[in-house]
Each structure stands twice: as structure tokens, then as C-alpha cells.
């Protein structure tokens, strides 16, 4: 008997992949790698900044070159800059927070010069960025509305120039009634969970989930903020990418064999 583990450890598998977009379709195609249908239904979206004067003035300046650095947090950050046509010139360094932000920016193009290596979150891109530039730069931080300054404050502590600028409001997206219906009857076997918003509208738009539902959590602090909303997080990567998540699903699935409702 061949014990070899499948090519396809995920085939019969429907995942719910909770953005669209770019970043979506990546997302899909790595789970048709691994056997599973993917199902991309977008929860969250973003919509306009309550300053959009101050943000249109921020990225002119980013693309007049006239910042040393560019922080993105968000792979909703990527889709505001995408959507208007952002340009980063060559002299402009990019951080991403981590490996999903950085996933997003070369979606579309962006390149990436630096991603936390130990702590993907604010205070893992202060940290570097501090140790990487020792005298004062000039930094644009584009962020959500709801976000902490961590990250603007950490650099400006350190000697730095800082511009926070709200790139975004994050807001829920409501999905079809088909997806709904297939989310109560247990057609969808599992729902990754990207961030806090995520699980937020999980929770709101699908209520209590079936029982064989599984519910991936996208790293700690992610899985950390899915509970908070009442979610129970059955699957937790280690890493915030995408692959780290598929992974750890397929790690479980082959561990408990579970067997997908066919419908």
C-alpha cells in the first residue's frame, strides 16, 4: 500500500478565500495546486479616506521621490495604491510587515526591499528598520484608519521623519446569499481567516459555524483576534504567509483524515 502523502491532499475541499483581487487570485491558485476548490468571496473592502486630499498629497510626494522609505502594513494598503495608479520610484524603499503584505505588493508589481525576519508586525519592522538606518530618513507610513500608530511613533522616537498619512477605511463587504447557504449547510469546508476584519464579518455575515467547518487562522495575532470576535480557530500557521496557512491545513487534514461532505 502506497503511503506516500497525495499530490492533491486537498482535493474535495471548497475554501472560502475571503479577499478578491490579485492577491485572491494567488491565493486561489495555490489551493488548486493542492487539490482544493477554491471559492473567493471577498468580506472586506476599502473604502475612501475621510482626508483624501491628504493622502492624494502623500502619494504625489512618494512618487516625486521625496521619501527615503514607504511602510505598508496591509494588503488592503496595495489595493488603495493600485487602484489609483501609485508609481514608487527606484530611490523609494519598501517594507512590508510581512510575508502576505509583501505577497500583495509583487501581485501587482511593487517590489519589496525588506520584510521583518523574526517579528512580522510593528514592532518587528521598527526594530530592523532602526538597526538598517542608524541617522534620520524620511518615511511615509500608509495605514488603516482603525490601525495603531505603533509604527509611526516607534520610527519617530528613533530619529526619523515620519508622515502617517490614513490611506483606507476598512469596511464589510456582504457576500451573496449563495455563499451564505453554502457556508450553513457545510458545503464550505474551511474559511481562511486573513486578519481581524475578516473574522469580524465571519462571525457577523455567517453566524454560528457548522461544527466540521474548519477555520484557518492566517499566524498568532490573527488567530488571537478571531477568538476575540467568538470564532473558533481550529487551524493556526506558525508564519503569516499564505503558503505557512495552506500548509498547516493540509498538515491536519492528512493528520485526521477527515472526509468532505460531497454534495
Given at each position: 500500500m502506497n503511503s506516500a502523502p497525495s499530490s492533491k491532499p486537498l482535493k474535495g475541499w471548497r475554501i472560502l478565500v475571503p479577499r478578491g483581487g490579485p492577491w485572491g487570485d494567488s491565493v486561489a491558485a495555490d489551493l488548486r495546486a493542492r487539490g482544493a476548490t477554491p471559492v473567493v468571496a471577498p468580506m472586506i473592502n476599502f473604502a475612501p479616506t475621510d482626508d483624501p486630499e491628504r493622502l492624494t498629497d502623500a502619494l504625489q510626494a512618494l512618487e516625486n521621490g521625496e521619501f527615503d522609505w514607504l511602510t505598508v502594513t496591509s494588503a488592503t494598503t496595495v489595493d488603495v495604491m493600485y487602484s489609483q495608479g501609485v508609481k514608487i520610484p527606484d530611490r523609494?524603499?519598501?517594507?512590508?510587515?510581512?510575508?502576505?503584505?509583501?505577497?500583495?505588493?509583487?501581485?501587482?508589481?511593487?517590489?519589496?526591499?525588506?520584510?521583518?525576519?523574526?517579528?512580522?508586525?510593528?514592532?518587528?519592522?521598527?526594530?530592523?528598520?532602526?538597526?538598517?538606518?542608524?541617522?534620520?530618513?524620511?518615511?511615509?507610513?500608509?495605514?488603516?484608519?482603525?490601525?495603531?500608530?505603533?509604527?509611526?511613533?516607534?520610527?519617530?522616537?528613533?530619529?526619523?521623519?515620519?508622515?502617517?498619512?490614513?490611506?483606507?477605511?476598512?469596511?464589510?463587504?456582504?457576500?451573496?446569499?449563495?455563499?451564505?447557504?453554502?457556508?450553513?449547510?457545510?458545503?464550505?469546508?474551511?474559511?481562511?481567516?486573513?486578519?481581524?476584519?475578516?473574522?469580524?464579518?465571519?462571525?457577523?455575515?455567517?453566524?454560528?459555524?457548522?461544527?466540521?467547518?474548519?477555520?484557518?487562522?492566517?499566524?498568532?495575532?490573527?488567530?488571537?483576534?478571531?477568538?476575540?470576535?467568538?470564532l473558533q480557530v481550529d487551524v493556526v500557521s506558525r508564519h503569516q504567509t499564505v503558503s505557512a496557512l495552506l500548509d498547516s491545513i493540509v498538515a491536519t487534514v492528512e493528520a485526521n483524515q477527515p472526509q468532505p461532505s460531497e454534495f
Open positions: 523609494t524603499r519598501v517594507a512590508a510587515v510581512g510575508e502576505t503584505t509583501a505577497a500583495a505588493l509583487q501581485a501587482v508589481g511593487y517590489r519589496v526591499d525588506l520584510v521583518p525576519a523574526k517579528d512580522n508586525s510593528a514592532r518587528g519592522m521598527v526594530s530592523e528598520l532602526t538597526q538598517l538606518e542608524p541617522t534620520p530618513k524620511r518615511f511615509l507610513t500608509l495605514r488603516s484608519e482603525i490601525a495603531k500608530p505603533l509604527l509611526s511613533e516607534g520610527l519617530a522616537e528613533a530619529g526619523h521623519h515620519v508622515q502617517s498619512v490614513v490611506a483606507y477605511r476598512t469596511i464589510g463587504e456582504p457576500v451573496s446569499e449563495n455563499i451564505i447557504a453554502d457556508v450553513k449547510s457545510g458545503r464550505i469546508n474551511a474559511i481562511l481567516v486573513t486578519s481581524g476584519s475578516v473574522a469580524e464579518q465571519v462571525v457577523q455575515q455567517f453566524g454560528e459555524l457548522p461544527e466540521a467547518t474548519l477555520v484557518a487562522a492566517i499566524g498568532p495575532r490573527t488567530a488571537k483576534d478571531a477568538v476575540a470576535y467568538g
